[in-house]
């Protein structure tokens, strides 16, 4: 199966994603993480994305967009994959449909975690990470309104947009995921 999670920053994609990817047997790809684990090792993607990352600011698409075509054309990528943190504008959703007809696949969804923003504020700050200081977090929350929200627009009228009430417990979410997914493969 081949799955977009988006939600805002906080709205448990990862948490989600990850399960989600345990249990269908599929490998979780985040560019959040892809970019932060570069920054750490110091490695020229991790050079070019730290100035972006850092401020909460998104990495440009050129940058994004081949990170994401490696990343796909790799063999684990065969069966499915999730993509947590990509597409995160309406410009990276189009440019993921064209890679995906070079690569001859198909989304099947794209998984909308849907939170508040009073939720999406408090879970950003329970965790404590490097960019999670409160005035970066806003940032990415309003960027999260003009950037991604927009993505919905895109996928609802090709019927790939599956909305997930993201205001509940972990194990409840993850459930009605696996349900609905379940009930659209019938
Ligand atoms: P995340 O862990 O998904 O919240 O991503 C952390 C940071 O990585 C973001 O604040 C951006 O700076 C960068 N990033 C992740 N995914 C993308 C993307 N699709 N486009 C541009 N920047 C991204």
Same mark, same amino acid.
């Given at each position: 199966?081949?799955?977009?999670?988006?939600?805002?920053?906080?709205?448990?994609?990862?948490?989600?994603?990850?399960?989600?990817?345990?249990?269908?047997?599929?490998?979780?790809?985040?560019?959040?993480?892809?970019?932060?684990?570069?920054?750490?090792?110091?490695?020229?993607?991790?050079?070019?994305?730290?100035?972006?990352?850092?401020?909460?600011?998104?990495?440009?698409?050129?940058?994004?967009?081949?990170?994401?075509?490696?990343?796909?054309?790799?063999?684990?990528?065969?069966?499915?994959?999730?993509?947590?943190?990509?597409?995160?504008?309406?410009?990276?959703?189009?440019?993921?449909?064209?890679?995906?007809?070079?690569?001859?696949?198909?989304?099947?969804?794209? /998984?909308?975690? @849907?939170? %508040?923003?009073? *939720?999406?504020? =408090?879970?950003? #700050? $329970?965790?404590?990470?490097?960019?999670? +200081?409160?005035?970066?977090?806003?940032?990415?929350?309003?960027?999260?309104?003009?950037?991604?929200?927009?993505?919905?627009?895109?996928?609802?009228?090709?019927?790939?947009?599956?909305? /997930?009430?993201? @205001?509940? %417990?972990?194990? *409840?979410?993850? =459930?009605?995921? #696996? $349900?609905?997914?379940?009930?659209?493969? +019938?």
């Amino acid at each position: 199966m081949r799955l977009v999670i988006l939600g805002g920053p906080g709205a448990g994609k990862g948490t989600q994603g990850r399960m989600l990817c345990e249990n269908l047997g599929i490998p979780w790809i985040a560019t959040g993480e892809i970019f932060r684990a570069a920054i750490e090792s110091d490695t020229e993607l991790g050079r070019q994305a730290a100035p972006y990352v850092e401020k909460g600011d998104l990495v440009p698409d050129p940058i994004t967009i081949e990170l994401i075509r490696h990343r796909l054309t790799q063999p684990d990528t065969e069966n499915g994959w999730l993509l947590d943190g990509y597409p995160r504008t309406a410009f990276q959703a189009e440019e993921l449909d064209f890679l995906l007809g070079d690569l001859g696949q198909e989304l099947n969804w794209a /998984i909308w975690l @849907d939170a %508040p923003v009073p *939720v999406l504020m =408090q879970r950003s #700050l $329970d965790r404590s990470r490097d960019d999670d +200081a409160p005035e970066i977090i806003r940032r990415r929350i309003d960027l999260f309104h003009q950037r991604t929200i927009p993505i919905t627009g895109y996928y609802k009228p090709r019927n790939k947009l599956l909305r /997930i009430d993201g @205001d509940r %417990p972990s194990e *409840v979410i993850q =459930q009605d995921l #696996l $349900d609905k997914l379940a009930a659209t493969q +019938a």
